[in-house]
């Protein structure tokens, strides 16, 4: 995918080249041929068809209905505008022919493209070739997001002869957006050559997966053959280990050493120096908070059922190995029970058992408290394998999942919005908190994260969702409530909200969504349960830990403001999920002053051995741990971030995890070798953490 601005000439109106065909002209495609996606809503201004999409509607946008043979064609150029102010503009473009299946990625193109900045762009894609096998290999390829025969896009299984529609919406709809469409093209020409593996038949692809749980039909550097590759990788990378120590001026807590010290406390804290942010350590260093998410073994999980022909060589249950089939990731296993996922076997640390011998957990654990400090890294972020945290010698942050009673009408993306008015809820913070009540009480442990990417919807969405729920859901008695406190009657409620309640117990009965009337009520109350989720939350955890830092909820992306702004109030630290190449233009809403913890960000590529690049696509591993050094040192530049947190220490599995995901975003691959340019990049910006962030102080940068 590349985008680039589009030049003055290509503004012009309803230019036609030879070798093109318009599949979208604004300026001439009829309404009629355009269909609403997920609530996405469209209008025509002039040369542009300008679309709004609300957050958490499925995935919002338009389609494009027509019928088109593109099977001549090696590229589809999309000419978008980003007409809203919330930084890169995420779309996914998708192509269907008559068979298409979006859920199952059956008779699709899907790719994704970016737009940063206001200017129109011109989004250029490759279009897949046509491989003789594919459609019989892709139907047997289950459970990824995306497979080995995608030589270009996300999900490549196409009939490019027969298109009848093309879609473009959001890939991350957790925000309402604006933005627009001028043109979509496809252009006449050879498609790239594929390798000759692509091209195997059906039963000479099958199985794909070797017993490392790596690729088999494609060589890359680095790749493992055997047991004794894996023995002398580890060899090596002891003398890299043993030249890098890391960093100099750094204390025991990976704080600066050689700034200017605080008062020493027994845990860590928040404080802000001049117009700087940061945490400070137990020892009263100045600390940025700097690692990756998942520092465990079992990162390269994934499931069997309905799969064991993907694998050469799985274990006999009479095989040392087979315990890997019931070793698992403890904060992950909870959505592989969600989903009934009853067989797995974890790769990973199968090849860690390879690599290190009998005693492969404590010879990895110690690794990788030897890697992150090598590496410039002075955390273990949450997700991790409790017992390497426990081991005190890298500060590490965690995260916990609410499961108390649902807001039964709201929008379930990782899980449903707890209800914060039932009684359970607090309970729930209080088990989990008594659950970790070791790590509470650890001055390696900087604080908590309680849940991860929330559904907060729109402004008036909790309370609509609350409205959707049954009359006993307890945060529609309390809406009840405070209607009656503020209304003289049901009667006076109806003719505010233009409904027809017949009394109180009619308003909790009814789960229908009122109009525009109630939008005032239905904002105020989406706040009051804002309120009360993010107030709760807080007062149980500083009572049972005050010395830890309360993290927020990790907003996906920049989060809905009056969401933001409510956690702002509550937590010590505001925590995001953003994945962008950098954080130049990233801002807290007007007149809030607070730190802010990237909880995940990353890049991946496609020259190694895995399928998908993750949410952000570069070229190659150079260009990886080029950016990595471009994003980290922007968020050192921000005078609010106190640390930015890598999604994940390892690759995902190569057949995906319980939800597909085959993202190759690791720092080091399944068979626990690092990724040596990535690694380049996290130190070259690691050791010098300190100084850059200094320079900020000083220099004053934004």
């Not at 999900?155 to 309402?176: F, H, I, M």
């Not at 093209?185 to 692509?198: F, L, N, R, S």
Request: proline share 7%; aromatic share 12%; with cysteine.
């Amino acid at each position: 995918m590349h985008c680039a601005r589009m030049s003055p000439l290509l503004l012009a109106a309803g230019v036609v080249h030879a070798g093109e065909i318009v599949l979208f002209d604004a300026a001439a495609t009829p309404i009629s041929a355009l269909v609403s996606q997920s609530g996405g809503s469209f209008a025509a201004r002039g040369e542009v068809l300008e679309v709004a999409t609300r957050g958490n509607t499925g995935y919002p946008g338009v389609l494009v209905k027509g019928s088109w043979d593109l099977s001549a064609c090696n590229r589809i150029t999309f000419e978008l505008v980003n007409l809203d102010s919330k930084g890169e503009l995420p779309l996914t473009i998708r192509l269907d022919d008559p068979d298409a299946d979006p859920g199952r990625s059956r008779g699709v193109f899907v790719d994704r493209v970016k737009l940063a900045g206001h200017a129109p762009q011109a989004c250029t894609v490759a279009l897949p070739p046509t491989l003789p096998n594919a459609r019989a290999i892709q139907s047997r390829l289950t459970g990824m997001r995306a497979g080995p025969l995608t030589t270009t896009g996300v999900v490549a299984d196409l009939d490019a002869s027969r298109v009848v529609g093309v879609a473009v919406y959001l890939r991350l709809p957790k925000l309402d957006w604006r933005w627009g469409i001028r043109r979509i093209v496809a252009t006449i020409g050879e498609a790239a050559p594929v390798p000759d593996w692509m091209r195997l038949p059906e039963e000479r692809f099958f199985p794909f997966i070797d017993v490392y749980g790596q690729f088999r039909h494609k060589e890359w550097p680095g790749k493992i053959h055997s047991d004794a590759d894996l023995r002398a990788a580890r060899e090596r990378e002891r003398a890299d280990l043993d030249a890098h120590p890391g960093p100099k001026g750094w204390g025991r807590f990976g704080g600066w050493a050689e700034g200017p010290k605080q008062a020493a406390t027994r845990h860590f804290r928040v404080q802000k120096i001049d117009d700087t942010w940061w945490l400070v350590d137990p020892d009263g260093y100045l600390y940025w908070s700097h690692g990756p998410v998942r520092v465990t073994p079992s990162f390269a999980m994934t499931p069997l059922d309905g799969r064991e022909t993907f694998f050469t060589d799985l274990p006999a249950e009479d095989s040392p190995f087979a315990e890997f089939y019931r070793t698992r990731d403890e904060l992950l296993h909870p959505y592989y029970v969600k989903r009934n996922i009853r067989r797995t076997y974890d790769f990973s640390a199968a090849n860690c058992r390879r690599k290190y011998g009998e005693e492969w957990f404590r010879a990895f654990a110690d690794q990788a408290h030897l890697r992150l400090r090598s590496w410039g890294l002075n955390t273990i972020a949450n997700g991790s394998d409790r017992r390497i945290c426990l081991m005190d010698r890298t500060p590490y942050a965690d995260r916990f999942e609410l499961k108390s009673r649902p807001i039964a009408g709201s929008h379930d993306g990782w899980w449903p919005f707890r209800d914060p008015f039932d009684a359970g809820f607090r309970a729930e913070v209080r088990r989990h908190l008594e659950e970790h009540r070791r790590e509470m009480e650890d001055p390696w442990c900087f604080g908590f994260f309680v849940d991860n990417e929330l559904s907060w919807g729109g402004p008036t969405d909790l309370a609509a969702w609350t409205l959707a729920s049954p009359p006993d859901q307890p945060a529609k008695i309390e809406f009840r409530d405070r209607l009656r406190a503020r209304y003289a009657g049901v009667e006076a409620l109806n003719a505010a909200w233009a409904t027809e309640y017949p009394d109180w117990d009619g308003f909790l009965a009814d789960t229908r969504r009122p109009g525009p009337g109630a939008d005032e009520d239905l904002q105020a109350f989406s706040l009051t349960i804002a309120e009360a989720y993010f107030r709760n939350i807080r007062e149980e955890f500083k009572a049972a830990a005050p010395g830890k830092l309360y993290l927020g909820c990790r907003f996906a992306g920049r989060g809905p403001e009056f969401a933001v702004r409510v956690a702002a109030a509550h937590c010590d630290v505001v925590s995001y999920n953003i994945y962008a190449r950098h954080l130049d233009d990233f801002r807290l809403p007007a007149g809030i002053d607070k730190p802010v913890l990237i909880g995940e960000f990353h890049f991946g590529a496609l020259d190694r051995g895995l399928f998908h690049p993750g949410l952000i696509k570069l070229a190659d591993q150079e260009e990886r741990g080029r950016t990595y050094v471009r994003y980290v040192t922007s968020a050192l530049n921000h005078p609010q971030v106190v640390g930015v947190h890598w999604h994940q220490f390892g690759d995902q599995a190569t057949t995906g995890r319980f939800d597909g995901e085959n993202f190759q975003v690791g720092f080091v691959d399944c068979c626990d070798s690092p990724y040596p340019e990535t690694v380049a990049g996290i130190r070259e910006v690691g050791y010098h953490l300190y100084e850059i962030r200094a320079a900020r102080r000083h220099t004053g940068r934004p």
